[in-house]
């Protein structure tokens, strides 16, 4: 059975833009999703932030092809109304994470949360992970080292 998990701005934005030393096992989180093993959700609001923060790296054209990309290969969570009231209440001290929790608690049999700030979630009654944590937990050597 796929897994689902949510995986937050930060951790899309290493895999695109080869931040090291974080790229590896964001690489290795959409591989699982590419082979089918897990499914990635992402907050619609995070197509923007995501633009905007590779824009000044990759440029326009780049960017645009990215999110296009990002669109084929992963699940979107619509961000409404609901999702921002909520956010409002989840007691979160950063509330651009609390959307993305907001979000995440939308996707039915979500199993996890996937970002490098893990502190940020301590609220959350899903299991947060950094990608790296969560590739050990996986329990594949295929997987390690990153």
């Known amino acids: 059975m796929t897994s689902k998990i949510f995986v937050d701005s930060d951790v899309i934005i290493d895999f695109f833009t080869d931040r090291e030393p974080y790229v590896n096992p964001a690489s290795k989180?959409?591989?699982l999703n590419?082979?089918?093993?897990?499914?990635?959700?992402?907050?619609?609001?995070?197509?923007?932030?995501?633009?905007?923060?590779i824009r000044k790296y990759l440029?326009?054209?780049?960017?645009?092809?990215?999110?296009?990309?990002?669109?084929?290969?992963?699940?979107?969570?619509?961000?409404?109304?609901?999702?921002?009231?909520?956010?409002?209440?989840?007691?979160f001290k950063d509330f651009e994470d609390s959307i993305q929790y907001s979000s995440a608690m939308a996707v039915d049999d979500i199993e996890s949360i996937?970002?490098?700030?893990t502190k940020d979630y301590e609220n959350s009654i899903i299991s947060v992970f950094t990608p790296e944590n969560y590739?050990?937990?996986?329990?594949?050597?295929?997987?390690?080292?990153?």
């Open 29 to 31: 989180i959409f591989e």
């Open 59 to 91: 440029g326009h054209k780049k960017s645009i092809q990215i999110i296009e990309e990002l669109v084929e290969i992963t699940e979107i969570v619509g961000t409404t109304k609901k999702e921002i009231v909520q956010a409002l209440t989840n007691g």
């Open 114 to 117: 996937l970002t490098r700030n």
């Open 34 to 53: 590419e082979q089918g093993i897990v499914q990635i959700y992402i907050s619609a609001v995070s197509l923007n932030n995501i633009y905007h923060l």
């Open 135 to 146: 590739l050990k937990t996986r329990n594949d050597p295929g997987m390690l080292p990153f």
